[in-house]
C-alpha cells in the first residue's frame, strides 16, 4: 500500500474525517495488497462489535410493479417483459411463518414503488406482522415516500428502512434515473428516515454506468456523514430489458474492497453481503463476510415470485440464496469460521451494546 493510502487509512482508523480528495484516493485502483490489509482491519473491527455472528434477514420480495423507471432496474416501468406479480396480505404473512419457523427474526418487505400498497395498507400489513411476531424486527425497502408515510409506517412497528442512495453525485445520479427523479429527493428521504427513528439503509451499486472514482469518493464522504445503520453494497449487474443492457457488471473484487472501506468507516454498521455479490461470483457471500460484511438476506419469497422479480441478469434465489436452505447457508459460514444466529442483529450502536 503506498504512502499515501496508508495515511489516509490511518485517519480513517483514528475516526477522523477524510477530505473527498483522500475518499478519492483510497478508492482508486487498490491492488490485491491493499484489498487483504483492508480486510484484515475490517474483519478485526467487526469482530469486536459484533463476534463472528452472520445475521440473517428473510427478503420477502412482495411486489414487482415499479412506477419508477431506473435505467439499470430490471422491474423499471417501461420494461414490457417483466411478469408483474404482487404477494397478498395471507401470502405475506404465510412467508413470514415460514420465515419464523426456520429461525429468521428479521423480515425485510421490499419491493418496486406500487401504488397499490397505500399507506393504509403498509400500515395494516406492518402491524398484522409485527402484531403475529413480536420478538422479530421488520424492515421496509419500498423506496420514496412523503414524510407522512414514514411515520405511519413507523408507527405500525416498522423497525428499519432499506433506500439505497445509489450514488451521491448529482450527474451521476441523473445518468442513472429519468428526469423526474433527484437526488436530492432521495437524500431527503434517507434524513426524514433517520430522524423518525428508522434504523436506516443507506448504499450504491458498484459499477454502475458512468461511475468513476469521484463519484464513489462522494458515496463514502455521504455515508461519512449521514452515518446510516445499514449500508447496501453490491455489484451493478446488466439487465437485457434495460438501457444498460450490455454493459459489463461491476467488479467483485472492487466490492469487496469497499465493504471493507466501509466497515472501517462505520464499525458498527450492519454491512449485508448482497445477492448481487453472490450472483457475480460463487463464493461472493463467503467473500463479503470475510471483507467486513456481517449479514445476509436469504430469500423467502414464494418460488413463483422469485423467478419474477428479476432486478438482473441471472439473478441467484436457489442454494444458498433461498431461506429454505438455510441448513447449507449455515455449513458455508462455518466452513469459513462465522456462525449463524437467531438474533434480530439489531444494530449495536444504538442498543449501546
Ligand atoms: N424500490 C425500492 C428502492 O428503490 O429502494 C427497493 C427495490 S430496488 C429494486 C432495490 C435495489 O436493487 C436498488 O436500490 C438497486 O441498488 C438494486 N438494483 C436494481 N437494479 C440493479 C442491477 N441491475 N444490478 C444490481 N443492483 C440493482
Avoid at 7 to 25: D, F, I, N, P
Avoid at 78 to 86: D, E, I
Wanted: aromatic content about 8%; glycine content about 10%; charged content about 30%.
Amino acid at each position: 500500500m503506498n504512502r499515501e493510502k496508508e495515511s489516509c487509512v490511518k485517519a480513517l482508523e483514528e475516526g477522523k474525517r477524510l477530505t473527498r480528495s483522500q475518499w478519492k484516493t483510497l478508492v482508486s485502483d487498490p491492488d490485491g495488497e491493499d484489498a487483504e490489509i483492508l480486510a484484515q482491519k475490517a474483519r478485526r473491527i467487526r469482530e469486536e462489535r459484533y463476534g463472528r455472528a452472520v445475521f440473517i434477514r428473510g427478503l420477502i420480495e412482495f411486489t414487482d410493479y415499479c412506477r419508477n423507471d431506473c435505467y439499470y432496474c430490471g422491474i423499471r416501468k417501461s420494461n414490457g417483459r417483466a411478469a408483474r406479480y404482487r404477494l397478498t396480505r395471507e401470502e405475506i404473512l404465510e412467508c413470514c411463518r415460514q420465515g419464523y419457523a426456520l429461525g429468521f427474526r428479521t423480515f425485510v418487505l421490499q419491493g418496486g414503488e406500487d401504488p397499490f400498497f397505500t399507506d393504509e395498507r403498509m400500515a395494516e400489513l406492518i402491524s398484522a406482522i409485527k402484531g403475529e411476531f413480536r420478538d422479530c424486527a421488520l424492515t421496509l425497502s419500498i423506496g420514496e415516500r412523503e414524510e407522512e408515510s414514514y411515520r405511519a409506517f413507523r408507527k405500525a412497528g416498522a423497525d428499519r428502512y432499506l433506500l439505497r442512495h445509489e450514488t451521491a453525485d448529482p450527474e451521476h445520479y441523473r445518468l442513472l434515473h429519468p428526469a423526474g427523479m433527484s437526488l436530492e429527493r432521495r437524500m431527503g428521504c434517507l434524513r426524514c428516515l433517520k430522524e423518525l427513528g428508522f434504523q436506516t439503509g443507506a448504499g450504491f451499486m458498484v459499477g454502475s454506468p458512468g461511475q468513476t472514482p469521484d463519484t464513489l469518493a462522494a458515496d463514502l464522504e455521504f455515508l461519512q456523514e449521514l452515518r446510516p445503520e445499514m449500508v447496501g453494497i453490491g455489484p451493478f449487474l446488466p439487465h437485457r430489458d434495460t438501457p444498460f443492457c450490455g454493459r459489463p457488471g461491476g467488479s467483485v473484487e472492487l466490492t469487496l474492497y469497499l465493504l471493507s472501506l466501509v466497515r472501517i468507516l462505520l464499525p458498527d454498521a450492519l454491512l449485508p453481503a448482497t445477492t448481487a455479490l453472490g450472483t457475480a461470483a460463487a463464493d461472493g457471500r463467503e467473500a463479503g463476510i470475510l471483507a467486513g460484511a456481517n449479514v445476509v438476506m436469504p430469500n423467502l419469497s414464494p418460488a413463483g415470485a422469485r423467478e419474477k422479480y428479476q432486478l438482473y441478469d441471472g439473478k441467484l434465489c436457489t442454494g444458498n440464496e433461498a431461506a429454505e436452505n438455510l441448513e447449507a447457508l449455515r455449513r458455508s459460514m462455518e466452513a469459513i469460521g462465522y456462525r449463524v444466529v437467531v438474533d434480530r442483529g439489531d444494530y449495536r450502536g444504538m442498543i449501546g451494546g
